[in-house]
Structure formats: C-alpha cells, structure tokens
C-alpha cells in the first residue's frame, strides 16, 4: 500500500529487454537505502527491489504491467516518481494507493493559473473506470484531487510544490500517464454493475 506522497525523483539509468519483460536501472536519492524484495512505487506502479548498488536500483516489469502503464515507454534519462510503501504507524496523506494501475490516460491540455497548474486528461472510452469532482486520482503515483470530471476525462490542479518535486514539471501535452482510480470508487462502480444486471 501507498499513499500518493512522493517521497524522491529517480532518473532511469539503463533499460535491458529480456523477453518480453523489460529490466530497469534507476539512480534515486532513496536507492542506496532500499532492501532486496522491498516494495516500491515508480511512477504508481509497485515494483520489487532486485539489487542495489553504487546509489543504483534495479526493478523488472513484465509484460501484462508494461502494457496496463507507460514504462513500456521509459528510456534512459526519463524521470519517474517514487515512493516507498506506507508504514502502519504513518499518517495517511494521500489517499489508499494500492499501485495496481488500472490504465494510461493522455495529458490533453495544461493551464497556468495564479498559484497552480490544471493538467487535463484523458482516457480509454472503453473503460468502465470512473472519477467524481473532490474525489481522489492518482497520476504517476501522485496522489491528487479530481477538478473537473467528465466521461473519461478529468482535471487535477497541482500546486507549486508538487509540481516542482514530482515529473509533472515534465509532463506535456500528449505525453503518457499511469492512473489508479480511487479503490473506493471502483468497488461502488462494481457494485453498481451488479446490481443492474
């Protein structure tokens, strides 16, 4: 479990293909301090530590993952969002991140407004995936608030200190996003199914 809160940046170092999962090397400020078998967060997606050295970890994706998120797409030097997972005797500041992505949304326009930044997004109109305005996002591990929402679309506003302390800074219009909608919203919508069928 995860909270949303990211904790560092770490910048992929080296990408190794073997078969149809993808090998990933990433240099952070929290990698020296990881164990092996540790659960991480990149980019909102929970990923097992396999080694550590030199400030350097390395992580493995398989297939169905590289598919549901945008780390088929990493190359060397991309910047990726981490955060270690959540301590029982921690505060929740986010929200309940499971780092399960549920699928990719595309970053369709960016605002500047006084004091923050509005990124719009886009998403699969086949999805029975669904946000509701005030409710809780997570967007590349970062736990954020729906502005506006919409049929497979909605809008978070990021505040100055995020937006510097995360990749949003990196983010443009066209560029690809891992979502993990809400956990709550998802079993209501489940639920929901259900009961009309």
């Known amino acids: 479990m995860f909270t949303g809160i990211i904790e560092s940046l770490g910048r992929v170092e080296k990408v190794e293909v073997h078969g149809t999962n993808k090998t990933f090397y990433i240099a952070s400020p929290l990698s020296a301090s990881f164990k092996i078998d540790q659960s991480v967060s990149h980019n909102g997606v929970c990923l097992t530590v396999e080694s550590v050295e030199n400030g350097v970890h390395r992580v493995t994706a398989i297939e169905e993952t590289l598919v549901k998120s945008n780390l088929g797409e990493w190359q060397r030097g991309d910047v990726v969002n981490i955060e270690q997972c959540m301590q029982l005797n921690g505060r929740l500041d986010g929200h309940i991140v499971q780092g399960h992505v549920d699928e990719t949304a595309t970053c369709e326009k960016i605002s500047t407004l006084e004091g923050s930044s509005v990124f719009a997004f886009r998403y699969d109109s086949a999805s029975s995936n669904i946000t509701v305005e005030k409710g809780s996002i997570c967007v590349n591990g970062v736990s954020l608030t729906v502005v506006e929402s919409g049929k497979n679309y909605f809008s978070v506003a990021v505040?100055?200190?995020?937006?510097?302390?995360?990749?949003?800074?990196?983010?443009?219009?066209?560029?690809?996003?891992?979502?993990?909608?809400?956990?709550?919203?998802?079993?209501?919508?489940?639920?929901?199914?259900?009961?009309?069928?």
């Open 159 to 197: 505040i100055p200190y995020t937006f510097e302390h995360t990749n949003f800074h990196s983010l443009q219009p066209g560029h690809i996003v891992n979502i993990e909608f809400d956990v709550i919203g998802k079993y209501v919508s489940r639920l929901m199914k259900e009961k009309l069928k």
